[in-house]
Nanobody, 124 residues
Framework: QVQLVESGGGLVQAGGSLRLSCAAS????????MGWFRQAPGGEREFVAG????????YYADSVKGRFTISADNAKNTVYLQTNSLKAEDTAVYYC?????????????????WGRGTQVTVSS
């Protein structure tokens, strides 16, 4: 059974940084595309960043491009989201997701497995 566990969230001041981690188990990590999504209170779950299987291609939402970086360590079965220059509007629960399709998609419905999320709160 595929399991995804996020960590690294917390409270940070605007302009600060956090590194989110998503540890995966139960599947061949490099065969899946991985994505980060976020959901603010009262909002819909939105795509943040994704990395294709084997890490060959990355894609970012316009709102985070140039500030966030997604990466994967296949040896550790872990995907990371480095978040820099954080803004108050980045406040949300951040979720990690895995897609058997292998290519990055911005649609939550294209992902098969989800973690429980980690809270990121940015104070202004």
């Amino acid at each position: 059974q595929v399991q995804l566990v996020e960590s690294g969230g917390g409270l940070v001041q605007a302009g600060g940084s956090l590194r989110l981690s998503c540890a995966a188990s139960g599947h061949t990590f490099s065969d899946y595309a991985m994505g980060w999504f976020r959901q603010a209170p009262g909002g819909e779950r939105e795509f943040v960043a994704g990395i294709s299987k084997r890490g060959g291609w990355t894609y970012y939402a316009d709102s985070v491009k140039g500030r966030f970086t997604i990466s994967a360590d296949n040896a550790k079965n872990t995907v990371y989201l480095q978040t820099n220059s954080l803004k108050a509007e980045d406040t949300a629960v951040y979720y990690c997701a895995a897609s058997r399709f292998g290519l990055v998609s911005t649609a939550p419905t294209d992902y098969d497995y989800w973690g429980r999320g980690t809270q990121v709160t940015v104070s202004s």
